[in-house]
């Protein structure tokens, strides 16, 4: 398909139907997308990446007791007005609005995989390429990843993955390919596996978390069984469709913080808080005291 054949990324889905256990009792009544990095929701990197990337509408794949996602980007009156009233400055909250439309959710009722939430939006994504954002994983760099994906896209069209290489003895708790081709920050994709054993492991080279795919990957899911965890896994859909359609994986040239365990957690809000201008140097100052204890 040609460029101008080339139907652009105007759609994104976030899978933000999971319970968050790992961060239980905070997520007991938040959402985990909803806990702070620094002073923003941890699902507001994901939105600002996607519309950093041109992306124009947001599609919420959620589950029961997570309305508070929606709430976050709805307009708030009475905080609203009484900030007015008061002198207080509105800008905190200019990138939770949203135009009305911009925002839809849909509901994955039983908690099936990452395949099944993505194959929950499939009336809402139609017959266009569409985009997938983690929002656990939390990617920093500039230009964020989307947008080199986004860029890659235009380039090449078809399906693609960002990946980032891993020590070669972490690669079974992830999304693993096997590549083929490399060409800048692009490598032909030739297969993929759900978190393969160390020894039978095709790369180091992990699925990260965001994704552009064709339409086509919804019919795939229609059919797909059950795998790894005994879940519907994204991983084992698409590939299913490679050499079928063009797949390309997407270096990421930034940082990755896995927002789903505490520990990546607390690193991205440290790295976060110390690239603050308002205050990264008290931030450093706090910690080198607490590293000296």
Not at 31 to 51: C, F, G, M, S, W
Not at 134 to 157: F, H, S
Request: proline share 6%; net charge negative; hydrophobic share 40%.
């Amino acid at each position: 398909m040609s460029s101008s054949e080339r139907k652009p990324i105007r759609k994104a889905v976030f899978p933000v139907a999971g319970l968050g256990t790992r961060f239980l009792p905070a997520t007991k009544a938040i959402p985990k997308e909803l806990l702070p990095v620094v002073d923003r929701p941890l699902i507001q990197y994901a939105i600002d990446e996607a519309r950093e990337a041109g992306i124009e509408q947001m599609i919420f794949v959620t589950g029961r007791g997570k309305t508070a996602l929606v709430e976050n980007f709805d307009i708030a009156f009475e905080l609203e007005q009484t900030m007015q009233e008061r002198g207080k400055d509105m800008s905190p909250l200019e990138d939770t609005r949203f135009t009305p439309g911009d925002l839809i959710t849909v509901r994955q009722q039983v908690p099936l995989g990452l395949g099944h939430a993505i194959w929950c939006a499939r009336a809402v994504v139609g017959d266009e390429p569409f985009a997938i954002l983690l929002p656990d994983e939390l990617m920093w760099g500039k230009p964020n990843c989307m947008k080199q994906m986004v860029e890659a896209y235009n380039e090449v069209g078809g399906n693609l993955i960002s990946v980032l290489e891993v020590p070669h003895e972490e690669v079974y708790k992830y999304g693993v390919i096997t590549p083929g081709e490399t060409k800048g920050n692009l490598t032909e994709v030739k297969g993929l596996v759900e978190k393969p054993a160390v020894e039978d492991a095709p790369s180091n080279k992990i699925v990260s978390g965001r994704y552009i795919l064709q339409p086509e990957v919804m019919r795939t899911l229609e059919t797909q069984g059950k795998g790894a965890g005994g879940e519907i896994q994204l991983t084992d859909a698409m590939a299913r469709m490679i050499g079928n359609q063009p797949f390309h994986a997407v270096t990421f040239e930034g940082e990755r913080f896995d927002c789903g365990s505490k520990l990546g957690f607390v690193e991205a809000t440290l790295k976060l808080a110390l690239e603050r201008e308002d205050m990264g140097k008290d931030v450093r100052a706090i910690a080198e005291r607490l590293l000296a204890q």
